[in-house]
Each structure stands twice: as structure tokens, then as C-alpha cells.
């Protein structure tokens, strides 16, 4: 029931914000108390004012005040690797006793002797085959009970935590303050969109019809009498990079006026979000805090990393065109709830 | 702005309905008053008593309320062919003089010769040809413009008014009805998302972001610095008779508790619904009413059709499971507006 208390009241609060007499009393405390005073605050502020205020030219309609979020690194840490790939690995151990053959097949070898560098050396497909052993071959609903019980006893490697608890406070602050504000907000990430659903609402506040992702395909069948969605060892669509403005375009039907993302994977949802007209915020978050979270790029002379690339060229290009960048170090008086 | 109020007033209304204070207030005009009394409206009315009142064991919470309509034949006709098809005709017309190749190359022959006996002949592959020819190699908002500036100025043969005129009253209403007592609204058809979408919020007051259809690819591309989606020939997704579920799971990512066809292509939309726990609604609208509309199944002795199918054994299953049928005749006071 919580959750529908939250949606309930999410929704109460977007109707009086959008009817413009009730969003200062939301003013008292600040919404948004986990942000350091800066340009980065400043600029979501401002931006937010601009587009709810009736009367500036810069006024967004609530119907299309849209925003969709990266979730791997900008929503949840994606170190030491995305949470989904933790699951994959963890799924691959669970079905080993029932493929024998995996003792002796690459990558699925790798995996059970815990060989990162032959895991990495299987590359992408590597990493394809991995998904799909771990991914197929059941129903919806199995999958979605398999990733439901899989994220109650999980727990990330570094911070001892479920990875559900790990969500960075002061983006959940920024989230609840757009939809205060009469924003809807949407996850448009690389991740699988049934590994995220499951976990969405009671984590960010966002319900399963506002998360797009890579998908696998599915097909309808019905099993001794019963409609069932088996999920089907075949990539459906891959949602990043390029393939996220062309999500956002099949799933949400309308531009973003706002994108927040933090690696390479979100340079062309934010290029999509910022070439329509009318007031835009576009903001990556800079990972540069070993000390709390992780340090990597290798944008800044921040090390490499093949989970979520800052690039020098995707720094230049947010520089280039007045992007927003948060550092993390600077701009987040904490990064997750205590 | 219209359909803005006519959005922000509709959130205010389901907040309010959800919150079971308001509820009362609209009873005091029929909100279904385009429906006879009859075991349909009684269907209706029951069912959203039910899952809205709190005290009810079949009381749905809101954010599951999720209603999904198909477009074609059950919110407006699809009769003497599909509106899509109507459009595509009509762009092969025009865009006839650039393609002098067309006049002796089926289907387009066909179509420019009104041979509708050579088009039929064409089958499904031809059908394909057609929507390839004209509806990819522009961008989304080019194609965007197109369909726009169709609906202006395009008639209906029969009736003589734009296709937008023609939604059934009795269906407005019930969207209306449902989104009153907080259900969300979800169009999902085997037409294409990109046709739908620029006339839904007007037509239904159904917003882009809750509408399913089939896709056909597109790339994302930076044309003189401005980044684009460009439509490719390419079939992305068919949300039809077994996609329909699928697409359902895809886009929505919840089961509906409540689902509205006309035709075979509905069979397993309305399956996957039923198959969900606690209270449901499953209705098919019959077109039996060749005065004031169509009159085609094959079920029920009616003409059998291309567009729109409404086959015996669908017939057949509806009664079985006590799926509710709509006869048009009996139980539309009133087909479209005045």
C-alpha cells in the first residue's frame, strides 16, 4: 500500500503545483538539502522556476514537462559493475549445476572461476551469451519473481547495502522535486526495462510505464490453458547511445525538456533533448569521488573504465554547449541516505 | 492550451476521484448517457463501482487502473478500410509524379488505377510495399507534419468529415468515465504509433506517451548539425493479435484490468487481461448497425470483411468466457457526435 500512498499523493501534488497554489508551501524546507550551493543546484532551480511559471516566456505546459534519466551511474552507482551485470554473473553460478558443459565453455567458464580477464576478453558477445542464459528462456512473470528475489538478498560488494538502498540521495531529492513541480519523470537506460520494473517504483518514485530500457522479445503462448510471455533468447532493442533518443521516440512520443545521464551512452539523449526549442536542462554527473563513490572518466585525467566512460569528447561537447556537469565531490553534500 | 486544461483538469478529477471525494459530484448527469440501459452499460458501471470503491474486496488501487482500447472499428470505424490505409493511398497519389516507375509496378498500379480487385490481389506483402513507400525515408517530424496536415484535410467517403470527427460518442464517454475514476487510458492498436499519436490528446484525450502501436525503425542521425530520427523502410513491431500482449508488456509494462476491442486482432489483448487476478472487464463492440455505421463479422450471419474481422470462434470464445459484446444497434443511443 505505500507505494500507491506515495503515487497517490505524488499525484495530488502535481495537480496542486500544476494549478500553481499549492507549490510554495513545498518551499519551506529546501527540496533539494543534499545539494551542495553552486551552479549545478542553481541551475536546476532556475530552470524549474522558468518552465512553471505561467508567466515566463520560458513556461512549459505539464503535459510536456517530460524528463527522463539514465539509471546506471547516474541514479545507482554502476561500480564495481552494472548491478545488472552482477545479476547476470550471480544467475550464471545458480544454473551451473544444471549445465555441466559450462565448466568447459568460455564465457560461461570465466564466470565460474571468477577470471575477470578472460571475462573481459569475451567481449561484447561474451557478454550477449551471458544475458541470454540468464535472461531467456522463462516467463514475465518468472523473471520478474527471479529479479524480485534477487534484489532482496543482493548486496553490493563495496557499500554492504541492497543495491536498492544505494540510490543516490540527492537525485531520489531531485526526482520528488520535478514531479512536485508537475514533471513526469522516466528512466531511458542500457539496462534491461523488466530487470529495472521490478524495482523502479519502490526506489525512485517512477512506475513501470515510465521506464524504457533494452528489451529482449518476447512471445505470447498460452501453457496448459494460461496466457504466458516467454522471453525469448533474441535482443529486441538496445536502448543507449544512439538507440535512446530513437527509445524515447517509440516509447514516450514526446521530446524530454530535461535529460540527466553521466557517461558516453547519454551524449545523443541529451543532443535529442537539447535541439528542441524552449528552455532545456541537460546535466551529467561526473564521477570524481573515490572517497564516497567512484573516480573514473577518463574525462578530467580521471582513470578509464569500461562501466560507464566519461570521455574527454563527451567533457568538451557539455562544455561546448553549456551542459551541466555535477561533480559528485563538489556539488553532493551526500550521496546516499544513511 | 485546451487539451493542456483538458489534461490538467482530468488529473485533478482522478485525483480527486481517487481520493473518493469527488466520486459523487459527476453522478449527477449520466457520464454514459450515449448508452442504452442495457447488460453493456450495466457491465461498465458495475465494474468501475467495484474497483474504485475502497470497501470493495475488488477495489483496485489507481495506479493500477490500466484500460486499453484498440483503435481501429472500437474508438472510431475502420470501414470502407482502415484510415491508415486511406492515408497511404493518398501519399502514393501525391507522391506519384516523382516515381513514374509506379504506373506499371503493382501494388502502386493498383493504386493509382483504383483497381481495387489488383490491390486486393497484392495481399499483405503489397500492403507492406505501400506503408514502406509511404511512410519512411522522412523524419519523424517531417512524417509528423504529413499525417497532421492529412487529418486537416482528409474526409471520410461515407460521412463526409474529417476521420477526427468520427470517434464513437458512446467511447468517449467511457474514456472519460474511466479516467474520472482514475483510470489511465491506454490506445493500443495494430496501427502505426506514429499515425495515432499527433491526433490522440485532441480525438480521445489520450496523450503520445499512452499510445501503443506498431513501429517501423528509425535511426538517429545528425543532418547540418541538427539531430534528427529518420523513418526507415524496415518493420520495427506488429502490435497485433498475439503482439498485443506483447506490446502491452513492452511499452506499459502492467497487465490492464480492463480491454477494449472489435476484432480478431483483439483476441489475445483481451486473453492476457482476463487472465490477471481480481476484477475485470473484457468488451468487444459488434458492428451490426449497417444503417447508421457497418454491419460485419463473419459471426453472427453478419458480411464477412478485410478490415476488422469479427470471426464466429471469437464469437464462440466472447460467450464462453463471458466477455461482454457491444451490439453498435443496441446499445449506441448515438454513434458519433452531431
Known sequence: MRSHLR????????????????????????PLASWSEGSAKQAIVRFVKDT???????FVPP????????????????HPMY?????????????????????????????????LEALGAAGEKG??????????????????????DWFAKARHPRFHRPYTELA??????????LRANGFKTYIVSGGGVEFMRPMTEKVYGIPPEQVVGSTIKTKYEVRNGVPVLMRLPEIGFIDDKAGKPVGINEFIGRRPIAA??????DREMLEWTAAGGGARLKMLVLHDDAEREYAYGPA???????????????????????WVVISMRADWKQIFAP
Open 260 to 265: 540527466f545521464g553521466n557517461s558516453d551512452g
Open 7 to 30: 503515487i497517490l499523493m505524488a499525484s495530488v501534488l502535481a495537480s496542486a503545483a500544476a494549478l500553481a497554489v499549492g507549490a510554495q508551501a513545498f518551499a519551506q524546507t529546501d
Open 127 to 148: 557478454m550477449v551469451e551471458l544475458v541470454m542464459a540468464s535472461h531467456a528462456g522463462m516467463s514475465t512473470a518468472e523473471f520478474e519473481a527471479i529479479v524480485t
Open 168 to 177: 543516490y540521495r540527492p537525485m531520489l531529492e531531485l526526482l520528488e522535486y
Open 300 to 322: 578530467n585525467g580521471l582513470p578509464a573504465t569500461r562501466f560507464g566512460t566519461f570521455s574527454q569528447s563527451l567533457m568538451d561537447e557539455a562544455k561546448k554547449k553549456g
Open 83 to 115: 548491478t545488472q551485470l552482477a545479476f547476470a554473473l550471480d544467475r550464471i553460478e545458480a544454473l551451473a549445476p544444471q549445465h555441466p558443459e559450462w565448466k568447459t565453455k568460455q564465457p560461461f567458464e570465466a564466470v565460474l572461476a571468477d577470471d
Open 52 to 58: 512553471t511559471d505561467a508567466s515566463s516566456p520560458k
Open 63 to 78: 503535459a510536456e514537462r517530460i524528463a527522463t534519466f539514465d539509471n546506471d551511474g547516474t541514479l545507482w552507482p554502476s
